[in-house]
């Protein structure tokens, strides 16, 4: 294949147009096979996986599993962005046998050929050489050449697809080609089409001469993964997008307001990873005095810069940087460059790629960095480096030795920590998301007003008696426009697939022709996780048995609940004195059954301890002989448990 394109009008900039010169053979190999080694032995030693592949994951498992494409196996959610990407994983897990195998093989796999086809475009040594520099000295580009999230086959088709379009003026399988990646790169990850539509306008301009067939298969190629994926999404799930989309573009959180969080996001990469901004902007400038196809390029990737501002970014550092970041290095090294830039813009890359090279080149084992910022920003590789990373790995990122969802139902609640948690305890556990990302109904419900709210991590008020509704498979909501609408919800991604009704909720759910919550109520307004109706009752012999204090919060013995539990006495028992165990972290409450009424005799509070923590509370005299008695938690850290309590 022709890497190179025609040479484009030269202008006045000493950083001229592309020629059809190119470095000889053998030197060009080995150079290559350098950098390439290089490139390899950085990401070997960098490699690691989020939390946020960790939620795919768990999809993948429970596909291969025998319970679908989902993340809890009692209904169907598209808890991942990257149909292309999970397929790829599920593909490659079925193969090894291990899903944290698959992963790191993926990752490492795409990236090292991404980095090959980069190189592939040079067509000068010096070009070769400085864009290999961008990508080896970014932090973010080396961040995310792993991490198990989709970046990796999302710069391999951004590479096919501009590879093909400037691959031949006149060939069609080049624009065919074209076209698929473009498709390819929807389903890997449908927001970077934003990259490819100037390029994909510019092919199409070019090709105007094309015969009317030819165009049209050329476009019918990109766009039957497109639709083959909708329809499937559609008839599975109930929806064309993923989940995750709902969740994050239906926040009810102002643009000025994202716009603010956006410009954190390149404040920060300016702070802690300047050569990735340093090496965007050059590209950008240089399309410039390049062809058609690279100004396309450049345009694609502002209106990526344009799009991540307008969402506020992301918590992870540096991660929707690498896309641009690839871009640019594409029109970097399809340039030729005088040697007074060359020298210039060398000593740039060397300046700023040596403030990050703890982080990237000379990266190693102890490698951490816990660090959220204000604006709510990570260094997610370092976070979870030392747990998660290739050299690194900790036992507990094993394949877990049985995958079996058994028939009890135990309901969680989390946002942060959601994937690896959620692999941890087996499908038999039904993580709800309060974050949404997971979750069919709270993806659809605005965050909770917070003045401090953090990108990534949309908090949902939860309906009152939802957490009820997932244990006993019913919907029991308490206010009737949410039931409703869970309702739909509910037949959508519970139901048989092939009932009328629910194909019938898909469509008027899809046209937004349904009854809708109070959005401002679940935005503004407090509301009660519970009506104490569904609380979960233990009998007081249950938790008698006296708890360690430090003693592992969910320990056998303990009880875990959800914000409340009752204790059942066989009769009515004088209260006096009470010996309790609770979770060291959380605010709890006690209320004594009197009559048609609960009684409040009892606060704890939470003490700076590990585990279980002992309580001996006196009682004042004249609470009436009880036969219930009420644990309710009224706040903490949302993991609720009880260790034992005992009536003295």
């Known amino acids: 294949m022709n890497w190179a394109m025609p040479r484009a009008e030269p202008g006045a900039c000493p950083v001229s147009s592309p020629t059809l010169v190119a470095p000889r053979a053998l030197w060009r190999r080995v150079l290559i096979a350098a950098l390439l080694a290089v490139f390899c032995v950085e990401v070997v030693r960098t490699a690691w996986i989020s939390d946020d592949a960790a939620i795919t994951l768990r999809t993948v498992l429970n596909w291969l599993y025998g319970y679908g494409p989902r993340f809890n196996v009692d209904e169907r959610v598209q808890a991942y962005t990257h149909p292309l990407w999970f397929l790829t994983l599920a593909g490659l897990s079925w193969l090894r046998g291990n899903v944290f195998d698959a992963t790191f093989v993926a990752s490492i796999g795409f990236s090292l050929l991404g980095f090959y086809l980069l190189c592939r475009l040079a067509l000068h040594t010096t070009a070769l050489l400085l864009a290999a520099a961008l990508l080896i000295l970014s932090r973010a580009y080396v961040d995310f050449a792993t991490s198990g999230l989709e970046n990796p086959l999302s710069h391999v088709l951004l590479l096919a697809a501009f590879s093909c379009a400037v691959g031949g003026s006149r060939r069609a399988w080049y624009l065919r080609g074209f076209f698929l990646a473009c498709g390819l790169i929807y389903l890997c990850r449908p927001d970077q089409l934003l990259l490819v539509a100037p390029l994909a306008a510019w092919v199409s301009w070019q090709r105007r001469g094309e015969p009317r067939v030819l165009a049209a298969s050329a476009l019918l190629w990109g766009a039957i993964p497109i639709m083959a994926w909708s329809v499937f999404s559609s008839y599975y799930y109930g929806f064309p997008f993923p989940n995750t989309a709902y969740a994050k573009l239906g926040t009810g959180i102002d643009l000025s307001a994202r716009l603010v969080q956006g410009a954190a996001y390149f404040y920060h990469a300016l702070a802690t990873d300047s ?154 556990v039904h993580w709800m998301d309060v974050c949404g990302l997971a979750d069919p109904l709270l993806s659809r419900l605005p965050a909770a007003f917070d003045p401090n709210w953090r990108i990534g991590h949309f908090i949902r008020r939860i309906p009152t008696d939802y957490l009820a509704s997932i244990e006993r498979d019913a919907n029991l909501l308490t206010d009737q426009r949410t039931k409703v609408f869970y309702d739909d919800i509910r037949r959508i991604t519970r139901g048989r697939l092939d009932d009328p009704l629910r194909w019938k909720a898909i469509v008027h759910m899809n046209l937004g022709r349904v009854t809708k919550p109070d959005f401002d109520m679940y935005r503004f307004q407090a509301v009660e996780r519970s009506s104490g109706k569904w609380w979960p009752t233990v009998s007081a012999k249950q938790v008698s048995q006296i708890a360690g204090v430090g003693a592992v919060s969910g320990a056998v013995g303990s009880v875990q609940f959800e914000q409340g539990i009752y204790v059942q006495f066989a009769h009515p028992v004088s209260v006096a004195a009470l010996d309790v165990a609770v979770d060291h972290d959380d605010f709890y409450e ?33 609470l009436k002989p009880t036969d219930v008695l009420l644990i309710r938690a009224k706040g903490g850290d949302q993991k609720y448990s009880l260790g034992h309590l005992v009536v003295r």
């Open 275 to 428: 050569l990735t901004l340093f090496g965007i902007a050059l590209g950008l400038v240089v399309a410039q005095w390049q062809d058609g196809a690279a100004r396309m390029l450049a345009l694609g990737s502002v209106l990526y810069l344009g799009y991540i501002a307008w969402i506020g970014g992301d918590f992870m550092a540096g991660r929707f940087l690498t896309a641009p970041l690839l871009a640019s290095a594409i029109i970097v090294v399809r340039s030729t460059w005088a040697p007074q830039v060359t020298w210039m813009v060398s000593a740039v890359l060397i300046g700023l790629g040596g403030l990050t090279l703890s982080d990237t080149l000379l990266s190693g084992k102890n490698y951490s960095d816990r660090t959220i910022t204000p604006a709510g920003i990570a260094n997610e590789r370092g976070y979870y480096y030392q747990e998660t990373g290739l050299l690194t790995i900790q036992k507990s990122l094993a394949m877990p030795a049985q995958w079996d969802a058994g028939s009890r139902r135990v309901v969680r609640v989390a946002c942060g920590g959601l994937g690896f948690s959620s692999i941890s305890t087996g499908p038999d």
């Open 590 to 622: 006690v209320y004594a059954r009197q009559g048609d009424h609960d009684e409040l005799i009892a606060v704890m509070e939470p003490r700076a301890s590990e585990g279980m923590a002992r309580h001996v509370i006196s009682i004042p005299p004249g």
